[in-house]
């Protein structure tokens, strides 16, 4: 290189202002331009490249090397870097940053002038340094410039400088060389810069993740865990997932804040003292009354002296106290009850499960002999727990005096330490009422009676009437009955044999009932000899038995004919006599479209399979080659050949050997709904074998396969406008399905054949069911597998498939297809995907995928189901698209790139949601404004005034400006589109 040459070069160096890219998803492992020291990379020949040292702005050295021998022919030279660690690297970046000049600008040069030098790496464990051998290394690429300069550009000082980046991998060995070959170039090479991906440390949702380096495979995601951060704790796993660019996808899960600490800019705080948090849910809230807290992360607040908190009271509660004694106690009494009334307590406590006991003292003339009444008093309802202010007592002995203590109690009463008070009534029967008897004598038993008597008892008016309580010893306190005579006797009848019964008795005269006498115990006998007057009962009973018996049997019988004869004469209708019933509830069928008939309605299933298939004579089948293998059997291609026709390639499905009779049946459903299906966009049936083996489903052949395989094989080789037409023939199908009120439930490209001519065509009805007479029904399944990926929520969460299930199924498809057969949701788990959708996370656009395709799938996504859309709405769409190829030329990927520019020159496609419209006109800080003003739709918004723009909370007045500019261009959009007649 000359001197002069050399000068320019240097002093063209020296006007360079260089800037380190730190991005904080890249690990740099070389940067020249922070070495300080000598970098010590070695040249082949010694006189090819030369290392210049030059200073920048910051006056910081900034190490070069550059080459420029072109005067001379056949050049091959070498640079060669240092032995570099690739640390925890898979696939590694190189940035160069250099100049060149154009040779046409270089005076006397020969042909042999290039504008290019070439990129090589060389994999080694050995840190050591090795003998330079450029066999040995591996080229990356041939490194040509964008601008190159010239000797005009020299004088003026004028730098060109081109930066390229190339991606190297995967790397397996701990480090690697890189090396430059200059084949007779005038070249400076300025920087170079080593680095690799990283999706870095993160905190998201109170959850920490580390440093994570993506995986080779551009398809695959890692999946990584999150901790939560100090004080918190998980509600759900907290994951994020690692994409190959070093950027965090899809966040799952979540950590909340725990009991005492609630989140205050992505960190947990204590709540402060008088405030408490007892549910990870919630935020700190301020004591409820009579309670406190005087530390921080209080949990739970603390009760006042006085008060408190029950067992079952939660946290958020105020604390509550034992109420105040009822008040206004009163009492009525006539000749049989007695009724205490009060009124509720002056001070309930604060709380509302109030209650009221009542504690009855019988006492004697002298008031301090007092002792609990006998268990002779009856309370009804009861005498604790009573939740009514009233009570009423029976049984009482005459002339007794009765003492009455009412207390209320509350959740708490049993907390206080203080004793309870009570409101305390005496009460006194003596109004020369009836005497109780003394005792009773069993004259005589047998298995069903007992024959009782008792001494008359001593009293001034006579007795009215005799009442005998009796109940089962066995069931005391259960239920009792009871029976009455005016004699001193009785013969209780209707009891159980060898059985111990109690006994009591009372009188009744004019001045009320007595209590009752102490109880008695008696047995009857187990002697069955005497049956007198209670066999005729028994034979009555029996006889009616036997009778009611013999009248369900028969009425059983004559439901069961009636039923069957009806379900038989339903599995005789035809399909014409179902598709007329089906019109006459008021269900008509779109015109030009015959009804489904669902093969389940038929008794016997071969009748369904005989009406709506051809039955094939099996010597016209020629089996060829097994082509897979199915759910009942193997599935083979082969030859049909048909009288008076040209043979025809078709698929077999064949029932495998050993079967039962309830897989035939499933075998030929499948076969009996395909045969009802005549569209250019449905799998054609042939025909069935049924009346040899192996029983046999005869289809059309679809050479190229499913659509799921055939598009990974040729992944890249189609257009766009073929993609969209395959996309179309798949909804033409879907479309023929819906009107015919017919869900196919497992729509996918797996499920989606194709033929040698690229149509595709919707197969598999192994899932699919029938729609109600309602068009916009919905089927409810009873069980089996559910493709989670493919589903929409609405059938995953509650089993309810629809025509707007389909929908979103055609979705994922459209995404399938855009991406040429990538497994939806990646690696992630069936129970993530679920999670994910739940939380509002949708696919993003394939790479290559139009805006408007996106924009179709998105609205297939829609949660609510009935703003999906219909499949004639997506034909129409897709027809459009096809009509117009310039709609498919703008890309997501495209316009997520876009700088700053004028964005009313867009042409926003009809199925975008306000979210997306403001990410597309950059100004997406403000999605969560439009929503909580109202302006949930793009109808909505292209309406907004200048003013409405305000109130959503846009200060800035760019910002402003720059919305309502771009609502004038949605609105123009917007009546273009309904002036055309599409609108979805």
């Known amino acids: 290189m000359s001197l002069r040459t050399r000068s320019c070069l240097l002093s063209l160096f020296l006007g360079v202002v260089f800037s380190r890219l730190s991005l904080c998803n890249q690990v740099v492992l070389l940067d020249t331009t922070s070495v300080l020291g000598e970098l010590g990379w070695k040249t082949y020949p010694i006189n090819g490249w030369d290392a210049?040292?030059?200073?920048?702005?910051?006056?910081?050295?900034?190490?070069?090397?550059?080459?420029?021998?072109?005067?001379?022919?056949?050049?091959?030279?070498?640079?060669?870097?240092?032995?570099?660690?690739?640390?925890?690297?898979?696939?590694?970046?190189?940035?160069?940053?250099?100049?060149?000049?154009?040779?046409?600008?270089?005076?006397?040069?020969?042909?042999?002038c290039k504008e290019t030098f070439n990129l090589f790496y060389h994999e080694t464990d050995d840190a050591h340094g090795i003998k330079f051998k450029p066999p040995l290394f591996t080229k990356i690429d041939t490194i040509a410039a964008d601008e190159s300069f010239t000797q005009m550009d020299l004088g003026d000082r004028i730098l060109k400088l081109n930066t390229e980046v190339r991606e190297v991998g995967p790397i397996s060995r701990k480090g690697f060389y890189l090396a430059f070959q200059d084949i007779g170039a005038c070249i400076a090479l300025v920087s170079v810069r080593v680095y690799y991906k990283k999706c870095p440390f993160t905190l998201i949702n109170l959850a920490s993740f580390p440093d994570t380096v993506p995986r080779v495979d551009s398809t695959s995601l890692v999946e990584v865990r999150g901790a939560c951060i100090d004080h918190a704790e998980e509600k759900e796993t907290p994951k994020l997932f690692c994409g190959v660019d070093g950027a965090w996808l899809v966040p799952l899960g979540k950590c909340v804040c725990s009991v005492g600490y609630q989140e205050v800019g992505g960190t947990c705080v204590a709540c402060r003292p008088g405030f408490y948090k007892a549910n990870p849910e919630t935020n700190c809230t301020k004591c409820p009354p009579h309670s406190f807290s005087y530390g921080e992360g209080a949990f739970v607040c603390r009760c006042e002296k006085g008060f408190y908190r029950a067992k079952k009271d939660p946290p958020t509660m105020a604390c509550t106290r034992p109420p105040s004694p009822p008040r206004n106690l009163m009492f009525s009494m006539n000749d049989t009850c007695l009724m205490l009334e009060w009124t509720p307590p002056l001070d309930t406590g604060g709380r509302r499960d109030l209650t009221y006991n009542v504690l009855c003292k019988r006492c004697s003339p002298e008031p301090s002999r007092c002792q609990l009444c006998e268990e002779e008093l009856r309370f009804l309802p009861r005498p604790l727990g009573l939740t009514n202010t009233t009570v009423t007592i029976v049984d009482f002995a005459a002339h007794a005096n009765y003492t009455f203590e009412i207390e209320s109690l509350n959740g708490v009463s049993g907390l206080s330490s203080f004793p309870r008070q009570v409101a305390i009534i005496t009460v006194s029967t003596d109004q020369g009422g009836p005497s109780r008897v003394g005792g009773l004598k069993k004259d005589w038993a047998s298995p069903s009676s007992i024959a009782l008597s008792w001494q008359q008892p001593e009293q001034m008016l006579p007795v009215a009437e005799y009442e005998i309580k009796y109940y089962e010893k066995e069931h005391e306190q259960l239920s009792y009955s009871s029976t009455r005579t005016k004699a001193p006797s009785v013969i209780v009848s209707g009891l159980k044999p060898a059985t111990w019964y109690v006994f009591s008795v009372r009188t009744r005269t004019a001045g009320g009932h007595s209590s009752y006498s102490p109880k008695f115990e008696y047995q009857t006998t187990g002697d069955s000899s005497d049956m007198a007057p209670d066999q005729g009962q028994v034979l009555v009973i029996a006889t009616a038995s036997v009778g009611g018996f013999t009248l369900l049997?028969?009425?059983?019988?004559?439901?069961?004919?009636?039923?069957?004869?009806?379900?038989?004469?339903?599995?005789?209708?035809?399909?014409?006599?179902?598709?007329?019933?089906?019109?006459?509830?008021?269900?008509?069928?779109?015109?030009?479209?015959?009804?489904?008939?669902?093969?389940d309605t038929y008794e016997d299933p071969t009748q369904a399979v005989h009406e709506f298939t051809k039955e094939i004579d099996p010597p016209r089948i020629r089996i060829e080659r097994v082509i897979g293998a199915g759910e009942f059997g193997e599935v083979c291609s082969g030859r049909l050949r048909t009288p008076g026709k040209k043979e025809i390639a078709v698929a077999i499905k064949t029932l495998k050997g050993g079967y039962v009779e309830h897989q035939r049946r499933d075998f030929l459903r499948e076969a009996s709904i395909m045969g009802q299906f005549d569209h250019p966009n449905i799998i054609r049936?042939?025909?069935?074998?049924?009346?040899?083996?192996?029983?046999?489903?005869?289809?059309?052949?679809?050479?190229?396969?499913?659509?799921?395989?055939?598009?990974?094989?040729?992944?890249?080789?189609?257009?766009?406008?073929?993609?969209?037409?395959?996309?179309?023939?798949?909804?033409?199908?879907?479309?023929?399905?819906?009107?015919?009120?017919?869900?196919?439930?497992?729509?996918?490209?797996?499920?989606?054949?194709?033929?040698?001519?690229?149509?595709?065509?919707?197969?598999?009805?192994?899932?699919?069911?029938?729609?109600?007479?309602?068009?916009?029904?919905?089927?409810?399944?009873?069980?089996?597998?559910?493709?989670?990926?493919?589903?929409?929520?609405?059938?995953?969460?509650?089993?309810?498939?629809?025509?707007?299930?389909?929908?979103?199924?055609?979705?994922?498809?459209?995404?399938?297809v855009m991406s040429y057969g990538e497994r939806p949701y990646w690696e992630m788990s069936n129970q993530d995907v679920i999670l994910s959708i739940e939380e509002g996370y949708r696919l993003p656009a394939p790479m290559g995928c139009p805006v408007a395709l996106h924009q179709l799938m998105l609205h297939c996504w829609q949660k609510e189901r009935n703003h999906r859309p219909k499949f004639t709405d997506i034909v129409t769409f897709l027809d459009k698209l096809i009509r117009n190829p310039s709609s498919l030329l703008p890309l997501v990927e495209d316009l997520q790139s876009l700088p700053e520019s004028?964005?009313?020159?867009?042409?926003?496609?009809?199925?975008?949601?306000?979210?997306?419209?403001?990410?597309?006109?950059?100004?997406?800080?403000?999605?969560?404004?439009?929503?909580?003003?109202?302006?949930?739709?793009?109808?909505?918004?292209?309406?907004?005034?200048?003013?409405?723009v305000r109130r959503t909370g846009v200060e800035l007045i760019g910002h402003q400006r720059r919305i309502v500019s771009c609502i004038q261009t949605l609105q123009l959009q917007l009546l273009h589109e309904q002036e055309k007649g599409f609108h979805v």
């Open 902 to 948: 004028p964005v009313e020159e867009m042409d926003y496609p009809m199925f975008i949601s306000v979210g997306d419209w403001l990410d597309s006109i950059k100004m997406s800080q403000y999605k969560s404004s439009f929503m909580a003003a109202g302006f949930n739709t793009l109808d909505s918004v292209a309406r907004m005034s200048i003013e409405d």
């Open 685 to 816: 049936l042939e025909g069935v074998v049924t009346k040899s083996r192996p029983v046999m489903i005869v289809v059309e052949y679809m050479e190229n396969g499913s659509l799921d395989s055939f598009l990974r094989q040729h992944d890249g080789h189609f257009t766009v406008i073929q993609l969209v037409g395959m996309l179309r023939g798949i909804a033409s199908g879907m479309k023929y399905l819906s009107d015919m009120g017919y869900i196919h439930r497992d729509l996918a490209a797996r499920n989606t054949l194709v033929n040698s001519n690229l149509v595709c065509k919707v197969s598999d009805f192994g899932l699919s069911r029938v729609l109600e007479d309602d068009p916009e029904a919905a089927y409810t399944t009873t069980g089996g597998k559910i493709p989670i990926r493919w589903t929409a929520p609405e059938a995953i969460a509650y089993r309810k498939f629809s025509s707007a299930s389909d929908a979103w199924s055609y979705g994922i498809v459209m995404w399938e």
């Open 52 to 112: 210049i040292t030059v200073m920048d702005e910051h006056n910081r050295p900034i190490h070069t090397f550059q080459v420029c021998n072109v005067m001379e022919p056949n050049q091959n030279n070498w640079l060669h870097s240092n032995w570099i660690p690739r640390q925890a690297a898979h696939r590694i970046y190189v940035e160069l940053r250099f100049t060149l000049r154009d040779c046409n600008s270089i005076p006397w040069v020969s042909g042999t």
């Open 553 to 599: 049997i028969i009425l059983t019988l004559f439901l069961l004919i009636t039923g069957r004869c009806q379900w038989y004469f339903k599995a005789k209708m035809t399909s014409e006599d179902k598709r007329r019933t089906t019109c006459q509830n008021g269900h008509v069928p779109f015109p030009g479209v015959k009804t489904y008939v669902d093969p």
